[in-house]
């Protein structure tokens, strides 16, 4: 029996959030017990046919399984362990009779209760987007729950949208999980697959019966090195995907490998090919992270579609599509060549962009044409495949157009700024080396005199209503400049005044200014714009609005200096400057894709390097840059990664070089494991490094001196991710366990992270806590 052909043209996923944020809303309200669950479930749905009414509007055929269905409330990765009723033990109480977990229960696992604490939440592959970590033990729960995915099928079928379910594949989401704490040393969560595939099999049948023409299953941790040694020939993703194919009475299934290339990245291809003769219907590939497949390595597609993730889904530039149609051209020959049929996607899920272009009234006038979100993106897809399949000349005025906006945008003026590229041009060695740390050292103590175990924060203290109304006011006029200012400063003085009585040593201005640690530099610097509805979802109903980087970067003007001068002139006490560095300006807005990275970074790091020149020149003696994003940027596969981190920590030591060596320059991360990334955080050559260590219990410290490191290190004493007060002893067992391994001169006393997001009551005690256990730390000496 021949194999059903895949839509000519698909996209593998929609922003979820809505264009106006409504899922957002809705999730909110509804958590805050101002609307039931059933209005979260109507909006919910109204949201979704709007979205499948705009994608059918665009050109994506309503009839054929075109249409995504990858709604999530919270997370597709839950959403799929609800398809496994996959609840950990410590959540088995929210198990219904029959073993599923229903709404209020996946809430809970997403947010935590009273008593537990949340699934863990980390990134998606290398994006800034976080799912909810599984949970799996030798006997937690696995069993198929294809219910909510059949109703919300049956109900678009209703309504005349024959969607295309969306579930994370069984091998990816055994890859995403991990063991519970209170399974065997040695267990991996992929010991279950067995179960998980019996599972998915039967949501198969299911969604089948439902009537489902095709099922999506989304397989990205392939394009990872782990992921990778599973997708080839004789290994788990062709048993997998063989005994998945042999499911009777199922839909057509559609694998898809964003995020890179799947599988060995020396044959690119080869595994389209192996699932393909499997018996899987079409095997998506990303041929804008992944390598293009080449000749030869498809081997035999057997009848199958190969979906050519073409369209950029990580980014918002519009499509050369020129250049796209002439390579789906040639790949499309070597498909026909292989037996199989080449259709038109997305690279991965489109979630990772903001609806649409259209929504933006205020971008500077040269850039809405260089653009494309969600919604011009699967125009791009359509035209895309009408090229191949109708002929170059029948998209003639598509591409002209598109010839034409991308002419414009390499021509104008600010995309190339030529006294940039001379400043990047004459940097030799030395620009990027500072004084042996020894020296600087010695200058330090003479120019601070810090007490031991000196106590900090990491910046920011806690943004009030008040303070996020200033700045709305602000932002819409109905506060003028001046009164700003004037709201600012005196945050500032309440701030400063709040860390003199706590009795910390090195003291902070606030942040108080800055929206986000990225947009606000982005707005001060030349060569970046702000978007007003750009919002990309980062985790559950919280979304962030990226900054567009699009030209060569400038900085007009100081612009951290008046608030941070102004706090020193407030205390005798040192002050620490606050800035962020290049690679997390960059991992956290859209970048470029007509440059390297690694020259923004260098762009970006000339532009900090004079604010730091500036902030020491008005007398500022210790500034920290932060990279909490150096991890995140780090390549999937493990040979990519080391001509990252050199550019990555380049460009960290290059905004840093000018400091004299009295300036204490410090550094700060967080957000993830950093055991793959010691090496780099000691070559950043920071004069001390504050670290997240608490939910560690101090790991990453040790990790760091037995590596050699031997400068000044904050590891964090305190989670700030909770409201939780830690006590004074929580606070100097940890002090105790960093004292273990460290040089106490070498220790600095800090919470985790920020404290933007916390109140003060919590930050005024913890705080208090924070320097009695450091003082009592000090009298042990
Ligand atoms: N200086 C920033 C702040 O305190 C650092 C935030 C972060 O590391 N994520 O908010
Ligand atoms: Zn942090």
């Known amino acids: 029996m021949p194999k059903p052909t895949f839509p000519a043209v698909s996209i593998l996923g929609y922003p979820r959030i809505g264009p106006n944020r409504e899922l957002k809303k809705a999730l909110e309200s509804h958590w805050a ?110 069993k198929a729950n294809a219910l909510p995915l059949v109703e919300s099928f049956k109900s678009h079928a209703a309504k005349g949208h024959t969607i295309r379910p969306v579930l994370v594949g069984p091998i990816s989401y055994l890859l995403l999980a991990k063991a519970e704490d209170r399974a065997a040393v040695g267990f991996d969560p992929l010991d279950r697959i067995d179960e998980v595939v019996d599972a998915y099999a039967q949501i198969l049948v299911s969604l089948a019966a439902a009537g489902a023409p095709w099922v999506q299953l989304d397989e990205p941790a392939l394009v990872t090195d782990r992921g990778a040694a599973l997708a080839v020939p004789g290994a788990l993703a062709q048993a997998v995907y063989t005994k998945l194919a042999a499911a009777t009475q199922r839909p057509a299934i559609l694998v898809t490998t964003g995020y890179g290339t799947a599988g060995d990245s020396a044959r690119p291809g080869a595994t389209a090919g192996l699932l393909a003769r499997a018996g899987i219907e079409a095997v998506h590939v990303d041929l804008v992270r992944g390598a293009i497949p080449q000749a030869g390595f498809l081997g035999d597609l057997a009848g199958s579609t190969l979906v050519g993730g073409i369209v950029d889904s990580r980014n918002i530039w519009r499509n050369d599509l020129s250049a796209s149609l002439a390579l789906l051209t040639s790949l499309g020959a070597e498909v026909d060549k292989a037996g199989g049929t080449l259709a038109v996607g997305t690279a991965t899920s489109l979630q990772h962009v903001p609806h649409d272009v259209a929504l933006e009234s205020n971008l500077p006038a040269h850039l809405p044409e260089w653009l494309a979100f969600a919604n011009q ?66 200058a330090q103590e003479q120019a601070l005199a810090l007490p031991p175990l000196p106590t900090t924060t990491i910046g920011s203290f806690p943004q009030t209503t008040e303070v996020r109304a200033a700045r709305a006011a602000h932002r819409s006029g109905t506060l003028d400049e001046a009164a700003y200012e004037g709201f600012l400063k005196e945050e500032i003085a309440r701030v400063v005044a709040l860390q003199e009585k706590l009795g910390l040593d090195v003291l902070v201005h606030g942040e108080a200014e800055r929206n986000d640690m990225v947009q606000y530099f982005a707005e ?157 955080i000691d070559a950043l050559d920071a004069d001390v490094t504050s670290i997240e260590a608490a939910r560690s219990r101090m790991e990453v410290t040790e990790d760091l001196t037995s590596y050699g490191y031997s400068r000044g290190i904050g590891p964090g004493v305190y989670d700030i991710h909770s409201p939780r007060v830690p006590s004074t002893q929580e606070i100097s067992e940890l002090i105790g366990i960093a004292l273990g391994s460290l040089d106490p001169k070498a220790l600095w006393i800090n919470p985790d992270c920020g404290l933007k997001t916390r109140g003060y009551a919590e930050t005024e005690a913890s705080l208090a806590n924070l320097v009695e256990a450091a003082a009592a730390a000090r009298a042990n000496l």
């Open 33 to 142: 017990q101002r609307t039931d669950e059933a209005a979260l479930h109507a909006a919910a749905r109204e949201l979704q046919n709007s979205d499948l009414a705009k994608l059918t509007e665009l050109g994506l055929d309503p009839t054929d399984a075109s249409l995504p269905g990858d709604f999530a409330y919270y997370d597709q990765v839950l959403d799929a362990t609800v398809a496994l009723s996959a609840l950990p033990t410590r959540f088995a109480d929210l198990a219904e009779t029959n073993g599923t977990i229903d709404t209020a229960a996946s809430f809970i696992l997403a947010r935590g209760d009273e008593s537990r604490a949340p699934l863990e939440m980390t990134k998606w592959f290398d994006t800034n987007y976080h799912y909810l970590v599984p949970e799996i033990g030798e006997t937690s729960p696995i």
């Open 524 to 680: 001060n610097f030349d060569g970046f714009s702000e978007t007003e509805n750009g919002w990309v979802q980062s985790y559950g109903s919280r979304a962030t609005r990226p900054s567009i980087l699009w030209g060569d970067v400038t900085r007009p003007a100081a612009f951290t200096v008046p608030w941070i001068t102004h706090a020193a002139s407030l205390t005798d006490k040192p002050l620490k400057g606050m800035l962020t560095g290049p690679v997390t300006i960059l991992a956290w807005s859209f970048i470029r894709d007509d440059v390297p990275l690694a020259l923004s970074a260098n762009q970006v790091a000339l532009a900090l390097r004079d604010e730091i020149a500036d902030l020491q020149e008005a007398g500022i003696g210790i500034i920290q840059v932060d990279e909490p994003a150096l991890r995140e940027l780090l390549p999937l596969r493990a040979a990519d990664q080391s001509a990252y981190l050199n550019w990555a920590v380049d460009s960290f030591r290059l905004a840093r070089s000018g400091a004299a060596d009295s300036t204490q320059i410090h550094t700060h991360l967080c957000y993830s494991e950093f055991g793959e990334i010691i090496e780099a």
């Open 377 to 442: 993106k699967v125009a791009e897809a359509i035209i895309l495949a009408k090229g191949i399949n109708e002929g170059a000349a029948v998209i003639a005025a598509e591409l002209s157009a598109a010839e034409s906006a991308i002419s414009r945008r390499t021509g104008f003026s600010g995309t190339t700024v030529a006294r940039v590229r001379e400043r990047l041009g004459n940097l030799t060695t030395v620009d990027f080396r500072r004084a042996d740390a020894g020296i600087r050292k010695d």
